[in-house]
């Protein structure tokens, strides 16, 4: 069971919503590479519509001093999933990569695991998903097209993750240094980067207000990021002092206790309940 | 505590087994058309099955809807027959003889029906053998290594309701053996064949008689701590749920299992009322038999209002702005603040006020109107905690949103309620609704004493 | 005596029997007049206990102060304990005599006689609302902490809570003696004029316009009647109050809706473990058992288990959801009173309020001993106790200081173990508990004698078929 080259990730996403337009890039491009049904009118107004990443929009003010906020929400990978142990059949899981992911063949769709998702990114498909003709040959080889009657949600893009995987193992050299691979095989921001082996949404984003890589990976860009998350979260742990005003890491609906893969960038209060008038 | 004459035992057998040896003229009619319904509402289910969940009205927050709320219902119903027969029986009611049967029947129908509903509910119920739910009927997939979850409180409820289910049915043929043999006595040809099968040999002699009492105590104190846990299981379904900030509560196991019986014994003192009136069997349910359940009933309902208080109480305690949310669209949102408030006066205020009073609960119309209020409003009460607490699920406003039920969603509903009505018409045909046994054993008990001038009713007791 | 056993009836011996109905008063108003050298044994070491529980409270007052609700942690335990049987052994009453639980007769004056032990407990509240944090924040609205701390109070009515619970025990107080007064004033009326000294002119006083008319007797059933519901109401919302402002509200997060049902049935399996222990010593050392038949032993070690059935019910429908939950206060909340620092002191509590009473009271030929049942009840007792010191010490020690303040428990805290004085309170205060009921079963009878004489009609032999059974009158 137990193999050497066991691939050692922990897939993170960053959000910067600094950065973040609102442009819905991301939504469009995880339409077209996840095999997503066409969101009609209609899906939209039955609060039905496919959306593995959402751009959240909330005004902020009183007309005509309005700004728009936007928070782009996707499945947050959460490390202590509330997802995940409510399943009957085990349809989603945890993987050893830092993902949840989602079985679609063993999905009976009993919707708990949506349910019980805080952050709704949990989609469950109401009707048998339909293309027009014309957009048949379009869909995506490497993803499977869901039947109705079952949860689906974001998967980080995993099918590009595999294919990158099986480039750097076909070619078996280091892409930068030439060197040949031994012992773990390990895909690296670096090789992202050469292969395109981001999730659509990141690739897509004009802002690079999406940044994603392994959490393990010294030169990737978010190791950092969760670093930092990390430490708040210890020391609120141990009851220390938090500094919040030399951070902008956050996740999502900390209370809740799911600790996602997902870290957002925002000065934010990070427990804003704590400080909640009487 | 007994009025009424007392009765032979010749009288007894002729008028209980009334409805078996011969029936009415308007019961087939009737069951044909709860058939009709029932067929109508399979008919829906079965569209539903084919067309997608789209023709009902879930939507992403509140992906859970009528569908579960009867389910949970129905499951509460079912938790009367316990309630009354085993603890009764462990307690020796006399009052409770007339009514244990009913009980236990109703507890098992409406446990099967309560058992469709998640089945339609899933996605794919075609693929439901690879979840625990199926598993008495459809053998499980073990061959490829695949297991259920058994970390889900999904896997725990099937679980916990096959086990009542299969237990209850012990129950009541336990109950009915010595009943099958009076019938077996009194029918003949194919009938009396299968009545001979089911009474098993019984022949009413003194061991007979003393395992068959052992196995009813045995049963009632086995079962109880099956149908403590059912509900309480049930309400786990929710209560583990941490991002639905109204459903994590500690209070919900007892909270379900307090409201369940709550419903569960009108429903019961709804049936015994209608038997009553169709079947004419005034001197077995008498007015003393439902007052006494009424007076139970203001126990089991202000233990329940109790429960209510500390549930809603503990929402607002916590001052967690996505509760508040939650709170804030049960109690001032309509139409759901209506409902909430029909709910409460139909539960508790309403129904209570009238089995204060005593004639009140010797009048049968009333005491009807209480009871079927009394289960309006717990059906209304998991409704309202099933849907307010998914469409405030948490503090994302842009993904609230709330429900509507389709036409499908109701039809099958109905259906439901066709059906548990149909299937207890149907099985008053096949077994006597109330124990010819224990009537007559609570005939022989029965006697008086005088103190002074006054006489009392006694009843010899056997400890 | 005529309280011995009935003779032809073997096979039920010890069940449901009552002396004949002329000689009961005489009988047990001499009972209650005698003082047994054990009885004052009893009297002499309880009352040095009571002296050892006020010097540890001046201790306590000196060392500490009244400022933080720390130090006072256990005493506040003592007091929920004594709480817990003073309050739910009068209901025990009234709840049997609602149900016309035929068994309940001579158990019904002991369970009353704990509400006189409840001035003690409205004694010792009079410090623990002064030892109670505000729900205002003194600091104001500090970063990171509450303006007004999490409690049932919400808003906070003025005084709230300090004097509102205040009045609630004294309201319990008060009720609880009503219901005494009330059940008890047939039995004084009819022994005011045999009673001498200041019993007599107790019971004059208290009594005298008793003369046993049917209008009176009316007027005192319904009273009882309606005093019991009242009483109920009051005893489940005060056990409600207690459990959230001194347990619950004092740990930041701890937001558990069923804890308050939680302490009241542990309550209720405390005082009627009580009872059971109180209704044993009587049968066995005080000459009684004529009285006090298995029956009641019998009948009420069911209810018994019941309510310990159900404590370990609620326990789990606390933890499993909190375990399940997985919320970092949740979990801190769990480590802290569960598995964590007060873990032996759960185990202790798990052991005495649920396994081992469960253990004896599944046994049917224990339970129908006496022993079986009392052995039973001190465990719950012993299990209440524990109960209280996990959670009210727990409580009083969680957040210490400002930290009260804060929305959600962050860390595990320590444990605080007892010190001297501690012992000499908690030790002191149970013994000076049974010092005043000791005291109060000489004043009054401790059997309800009308009830008792009211069994004798409704109960008698009778044949059925080959057998001889008993027969129990059911008056509406």
Partial sequence: MVTTNKIKHKWGMVVDLDRCTGCQACVIACQAENNIPINTKDYFQQRRAYEWIRIERYWEGEFPNVKAKFIPILCQHCENAPCEPVCPVFATYHNDEGMNVQVYNRCIGTRYCSVNCPYSARMFNYWQPNWPDSLRNQLNPDVTVRTRGIMEKCTFCVQRLRRGEVNVEQRGIEPLTGEKITGERKLNYRQMQEGNYLPACVQSCPTNALQFADQYDETGPVKERFDEANEIVEKRHHGEHIDENHTRTYRLFEEVGASPNLIYLKKVEPFPLEKRPR | MQEGKPLQSKQINRELLLTILNSPKWFFTTVSVLGIIVMVAMGAAGYMINQGFGVTGLNRPVM???????????????????????????????????????????????????????????????????????????????????????????????SAVYTYLTSSILFVVVALIPDFAVLRDRTTGMSHRIYGLLAMGWQGNARQWKLQIIAGVLLSALILPVFVSVHSIVSWDFGMAVSVKSWHSTVFAPYFVVGAVHSGVSAVAFVLILLRYVYGWQNYIRHEHIDALARLLVVVATGWFYFLVMEILFGFY??????????????????????????????????????????????????????????????LERFLIIVPGLARKQLLTFDWYTYTPSAVEWIIVGGTFAMVTMLMLVIARVVPLIPLYDIKEGEILRTEIKIGRVTVPAVFRED | MAAAEPKGHGQHSGMWIYPDAKVISQDVSEKSKDMAKPFRTALVVTGILFILAIVGFIARAADDGFDEIGPWGYYTALFSMLFMVTSGAPLAACAFRFTKSHWRRPLSRVAELFSIVSILNLLMFIPMMIVLPSLENPAGSVEGQMELRRSIWFEGPIGAPHAWNLAGVAFLTITSIAILWTSAI???????????????????????????????????????????????????????????????????????SIFP?????????????????????????????????????????KVLLGLTLLWVYHLFAFFITFWYGRLEVEQNIIKYLIVDTYSVIFLLNLAFSFVLPFA??????????????????????????????????????????????????????????????DLFIVVGGLGAAVFIYLVSTRILPILSIWEVKEGTFYQKWGKLHRGEYQILGKPE
């Fill in chain 3, 360 to 421: 004896v009271l599944v046994w049917n030929p224990v339970r129908r001993s006496d022993w079986g049942p009392s052995l039973a009840g001190l465990l719950a007792l012993i299990g209440g106790l524990m109960f209280n010191i996990r959670i009210f010490v727990g409580s009083a020690n969680a957040a210490p200081g400002e930290n009260i303040y804060h929305f959600l428990l962050h860390k595990v805290p320590a444990p605080a173990y007892p010190d001297i004085w």
């Fill in chain 2, 64 to 158: 859970w809807g009528f569908f579960i709320t009867n389910f949970v219902f129905w499951i509460g119903i079912s938790h009367a027959g316990v309630m009354l027969s085993a603890i009764l029986r462990l307690s020796k009611a006399e009052w409770r003889r007339p009514a244990t049967r009913a009980a236990e029947i109703l507890t098992v129908f409406s446990l099967m029906t309560a058992m469709t509903m998640p089945l339609i509910h899933t996605g794919r119920p075609w693929r439901t053998v690879y979840w625990i739910y199926t598993l008495p009927f459809v053998p499980y997939d073990y061959a490829r290594g695949i297991w259920p979850n058994v970390r889900t409180p999904l896997v725990w409820d099937p």
């Fill in chain 3, 186 to 256: 047939a039995d004084m009326g009819e022994a005011r004029h045999s009673a001498t000294g200041l019993k007599g002119w107790l019971y004059r006083k208290l009594a005298g316009g008793w003369y046993g008319t049917k209008r009176q007797w009316n007027v005192q059933k319904a009273g009882l009647a309606l005093l019991g519901a009242f009483y109920f109401m009051i005893v489940v919302f005060m056990h409600f109050t207690i459990s959230s402002d001194y347990a619950q509200s004092l740990i930041p997060g701890w937001k558990d």
């Fill in chain 2, 318 to 379: 916590g001052r967690e702005a996505d509760e508040i949310a939650v709170r804030d669209y049960q109690f001032m949102v309509s139409p759901w603040n209506i409902w909430m408030m029909i709910f409460v006066g139909v539960t508790y205020f309403l129904p209570v006020a009238i089995w204060l009073s005593r004639s009140a609960r010797r009048n049968l119309w009333i005491m009807s109107l209480a009871c079927i209020s009394v289960n309006i409003g717990m059906w």
């Fill in chain 3, 261 to 301: 049902v939680l302490y009241t049935v542990t309550a209720f399996q405390a005082s009627l473990g009580a009872i059971l222990v109180t209704l044993f010593i009587l049968r066995r050392w005080g000459g009684y058992e004529g009285y006090i038949g298995k029956s009641t032993f019998w009948s009420a070690s």
